[in-house]
């Protein structure tokens, strides 16, 4: 027993590419999963939640300003559903679609707190539940990405993973009285505690590849600067070793997990060369890209190579806050996306935010492909092994509605997720649906969360 305990730590090392101070972590592969042989399939049952014994990833993904509906909803459900004007980017990975009709938030409803719908579509997103209205005095609830992480993160370096594309904002007053911490977090840990998401691609990447202790991390990111070098530099004897033990198919794998990580290095590396871009009145730090397409796929790569190397298995990525009023000149629309908004029902307007609405798409699109084409440590991929939730806080911006959300639920759920149509839920708790994606991720104690009536069916 002691040599094959010998040969699990040997092995278990392994999932780390090492070499001057630096350390790389390795994509799941079947080379390295000592713990079957030593534990049995018993073991691969506990430590992992899908069928096939591979982790299962859960993600949530928040655009803003809701969606106009008539652009947005497929006119018929089922499998043989027509894609929508702004859903057709999805059209490639459709196999791992759902469009999920009729889902509400009733406690982002104004009522007698009156004003404040973009605070409320941000902090109820992922609570289900009635924020204070203060700019000080900060109360929401624990949102579903941490009731899992604290379930599941023991067996990952990270337990969450939270990014954001867009400013972060944790004091004052920013819609009607409430604080900004509700407009620009989506995550939280405690009712009072958000989640600061990470913006600069930068230091997500550092934080994921990072070079040791924080003392070393931050020396060896200086010396790679001067010397402009990669982390991959670092760990290439480690890897040419290693790539001679694997099976072909691992061979394979780890080229192509290798090929990504330098592909997202050199695009940071080429964001920073033209230094500090500003916006107005916000300085904007270095890895910041300043064009916000770009900012948005280095985000959505290092989410992939998050979960192509089991670093984590449950994330957010708050793609902007809702009331967002950013430009989208590169697709022919200068004005504000929330001055736009509110189109008053003016044609032209309509036709501007739909421009929008399906550039987010498209956005969300490539990500999809980008997970379909990894093969996972069970040769499915990591689609097939994912549950992607991606959505608005609010339905109707022009209306400032919260319900009959515009909602996608992408991935297979390691095989337990019915997709490939459009369904409409009449009505339900978009809690109802967290807590059937807790069930799927292990968690099944959890009898109700937020506003939740019951287990959502049917997907």
């Given at each position: 027993m002691k040599s094959n305990m010998s040969s699990f730590g040997a092995l278990n090392r392994r999932h780390f590419l090492r070499g001057l101070g630096a350390s790389l972590a390795l994509p799941a592969m079947e080379s390295l999963r000592p713990w079957r042989a030593l534990a049995g399939e018993a073991a691969v049952a506990r430590m992992a939640t899908t069928a096939s014994g591979a982790p299962l990833r859960t993600a949530f993904l928040f655009f803003p300003n809701g969606a106009?509906?008539?652009?947005?909803?497929?006119?018929?459900?089922?499998?043989?559903?027509?894609?929508?004007?702004?859903?057709?980017?999805?059209?490639?990975?459709?196999?791992?679609?759902?469009?999920?009709?009729?889902?509400?938030?009733?406690t982002a409803i104004g009522g007698t707190d009156g004003g404040g719908d973009h605070a409320r579509g941000n902090g109820t997103f992922l609570t289900g539940v009635r924020l204070k209205k203060s700019a000080t005095?900060?109360?929401?609830?624990?949102?579903?990405?941490?009731?899992?992480?604290?379930?599941?993160?023991?067996?990952?370096?990270?337990a969450s993973l939270e990014l954001t594309c867009d400013a972060v904002q944790k004091a004052g007053a920013c819609d009607s009285g409430y604080s900004c911490a509700y407009q620009h977090n989506i995550s939280w840990s405690s009712p009072g505690t958000p989640m600061t998401p990470e913006v600069n691609p930068r230091l997500a990447f550092e934080r994921l590849f990072g070079m040791g202790g924080p003392g070393?991390?931050?020396?060896?990111?200086?010396?790679?600067?001067l010397e402009q070098r990669s982390i991959l530099d670092f760990v290439r004897e480690d890897a040419r070793e290693l790539q001679g033990r694997l099976a072909p198919r691992d061979a394979e794998?780890?080229?192509?997990?290798?090929?990504?990580?330098?592909?997202?290095?050199?695009?940071?590396?080429?964001?920073?060369?033209?230094?500090?871009?500003?916006?107005?009145?916000?300085?904007?730090?270095?890895?910041?890209?300043?064009?916000?397409?770009?900012?948005?796929?280095?985000?959505?790569?290092?989410?992939?190579?998050?979960?192509?190397?089991?670093?984590?298995?449950?994330?957010?990525?708050?793609?902007?806050?809702?009331?967002?009023?950013?430009?989208?000149?590169?697709?022919?629309?200068?004005?504000?996306?929330?001055?736009?908004?509110?189109?008053?029902?003016?044609?032209?307007?309509?036709?501007?935010?739909?421009?929008?609405?399906?550039?987010?798409?498209?956005?969300?699109?490539?990500?999809?492909?980008?997970l379909a084409s990894i093969r996972d440590i069970d040769g499915q991929t990591l689609l097939h092994n994912s549950m992607i939730v991606y959505g608005?806080?609010?339905?109707?911006?022009?209306?400032h509605t919260h319900f009959n959300l515009p909602l996608v639920l992408a991935g297979g759920g390691g095989g337990t997720l019915n997709s490939g149509r459009y369904v409409k839920h009449g009505g339900k708790p978009m809690t109802n649906l967290f807590l059937s994606l807790a069930d799927r991720m292990g968690v099944k104690s959890l009898e109700r969360f937020g506003d939740s009536t019951a287990r959502l069916a049917d997907i």
């Open positions: 106009i509906p008539a652009a947005w909803w497929p006119t018929e459900t089922g499998a043989d559903f027509a894609w929508s004007r702004t859903l057709q980017p999805l059209a490639k990975a459709r196999s791992y679609v759902q469009v999920l009709g009729g889902l509400d938030h009733q005095d900060i109360r929401a609830g624990v949102s579903i990405d941490q009731v899992l992480a604290r379930a599941v993160g023991k067996e990952t370096r990270f070393e991390r931050a020396a060896q990111f200086r010396r790679r600067q794998k780890l080229d192509q997990y290798l090929t990504g990580v330098r592909e997202v290095e050199q695009r940071i590396q080429n964001t920073e060369r033209f230094g500090e871009v500003r916006d107005p009145g916000l300085a904007t730090p270095a890895g910041i890209p300043s064009d916000y397409g770009q900012h948005m796929q280095l985000m959505y790569d290092l989410l992939v190579l998050a979960f192509q190397t089991d670093s984590t298995r449950v994330a957010t990525l708050l793609l902007a806050h809702d009331g967002s009023n950013r430009s989208f000149a590169s697709i022919g629309v200068p004005e504000g996306h929330h001055d736009i908004s509110h189109h008053q029902d003016k044609p032209e307007l309509i036709q501007k935010l739909s421009e929008i609405d399906q550039w987010y798409a498209e956005q969300f699109g490539k990500f999809l492909e980008k608005s806080g609010n339905a109707d911006s022009n209306r």
